[in-house]
């Protein structure tokens, strides 16, 4: 079945950029979507991509996309200490199948 | 706009106890998900509904029961409750099932289950 790999945590200083990254193994993924998840509360849909991009930037967060590598990556520009979470990452096939989640990143900013 | 609502937020329960967890959506979605998480393990799914009278299993159904009882709710029981079902769940929606549209998930805010 499908499958999504992420590092588990990630330790970074105020100020610098953070790199999520995730790998999948569907070569019939459609889109591919970053969660975030605060402490105590549910995932929070931050933002998504669509196969055939490469590149998505939306404010402080850039989405590239390898699809030959089947590859992922989450870029936080500026990271804040509000930018703690965990941060999933998850793909959609065109098939009828739910969302594949990863076991989730979390992001420690150190002040 | 309340989005997807998760009762209860907090429950403990003896094992071998029943309980019924809620959830509703008001953005008139077709799907519903029913999710536990537990560390280290991410977000694992235990049911699903792509539309109103459909449900199916997903990844860990063994120990629940789910109910779609009209569009807008879809409930998850546990008919006798185990330590091991000791988890955060997550209910979500999604507008719409499948193809290559995009159709974000939205989660509620969880249920926190203990069993002892």
């Known amino acids: 079945g499908e499958d999504v790999e992420q590092s588990l945590f990630l330790s970074v200083r105020e100020g610098d950029s953070s790199v999520i990254n995730c790998t999948y193994t569907?070569?019939?993924?459609?889109?591919l979507y970053w969660y975030k998840q605060e402490p105590g509360a549910g995932l929070q849909l931050l933002t998504y991509?669509?196969?055939?991009?490469d590149m998505k930037q939306d404010q402080r967060l850039t989405v590239l996309l390898n699809k030959k590598d089947k590859h992922l990556s989450l870029r936080i520009a500026d990271t804040q200490t509000g930018d703690s979470a965990i941060y999933f990452c998850a793909e959609r096939n065109s098939g009828n199948t739910p969302l594949v989640f990863g076991k989730g990143t979390r992001l420690s900013v150190i002040a | 706009n309340a989005g997807v609502t998760q009762t209860p937020k907090f429950q403990v329960l003896k094992t071998g106890q029943s309980m019924t967890l809620q959830c509703a959506q008001d953005?008139?979605?077709?799907?519903m998900y029913w999710y536990r998480q537990d560390p280290g393990m991410g977000l694992r799914l235990i049911y699903y509904?792509?539309?109103?009278?459909?449900?199916d299993k997903g990844e860990v159904p063994n120990g629940y029961n789910v109910s779609r009882l009209n569009k807008r709710e879809f409930s998850l029981r546990l008919e006798s409750a185990a330590p091991s079902q000791t988890s955060v769940y997550f209910c979500?929606?999604?507008?719409?099932?499948?193809?290559?549209?995009?159709?974000?998930?939205?989660f509620g805010d969880g249920t926190r289950l203990s069993i002892l």
């Open positions: 953005m008139n979605h077709n799907s």
């Open positions: 991509i669509f196969s055939n991009m």
């Open positions: 569907d070569s019939s993924s459609t889109y």
């Open positions: 509904s792509a539309s109103e009278g459909t449900t």
């Open positions: 979500a929606s999604s507008e719409a099932w499948g193809g290559i549209s995009n159709q974000p998930q939205h």
